[in-house]
């Protein structure tokens, strides 16, 4: 078997991480425009698998190198802080 | 700012994957070995979160060309067949 080495641009790792954040934070912002109230239990749930998800992908990208555990934490938190944004409003709302 | 250029075997982002794959294994292993029976909605839950988190990673390592998307298919392919097999034991244990 030949061994394949890949080459990745740092950025590109990051790029494709942050397009998921944003894609969890779309996701969010539907579900509440649109579905479910912020209390509702499957609105949590959904959240949490995908939040799940998510760092498990930044702590693949991190063990491979693909991005530094500062960056991937920084991520994380700030998404957590705009569905936090998001929430407040959403709860402001009702 | 420096844009910095990783390099990964091919079989290092798979063997990071694959023990990824046989710590859910290892996991459902233990919950069934001694905390909750299969029809438990929480191990339906657990499973399906470890199982999203895992799916998550391959597709990220495939769309940066870390695996090949049939290795990763084949991957999940495999745990799923082999978490059927613990199922089918634990409840031929009952």
């Keep these: 078997m030949v061994e394949k080495v890949v080459q990745t641009d740092q950025s590109k790792?990051?790029?494709v991480l942050k397009a998921d954040a944003d894609k969890i934070l779309k996701l969010i912002q539907v579900q509440?425009?649109?579905l479910t109230m912020?209390?509702?239990p499957l609105y949590e749930e959904v959240l949490d698998t995908q939040m799940f998800g998510l760092?498990?992908?930044?702590?693949?990208a991190v063990r491979l190198h693909l991005i530094?555990?500062?960056e991937g934490k920084a991520l994380l938190d700030n998404l957590e802080k705009q569905l936090n944004i998001l929430h407040e409003k959403a709860q402001a709302g009702y």
Excluded: H, L, T, V
């Design 13 to 15: 790792a990051y790029a």
């Design 32 to 34: 509440m425009d649109n």
């Design 38 to 40: 912020p209390q509702c």
């Design 55 to 60: 760092s498990r992908e930044i702590d693949f």
């Design 68 to 70: 530094d555990e500062d």
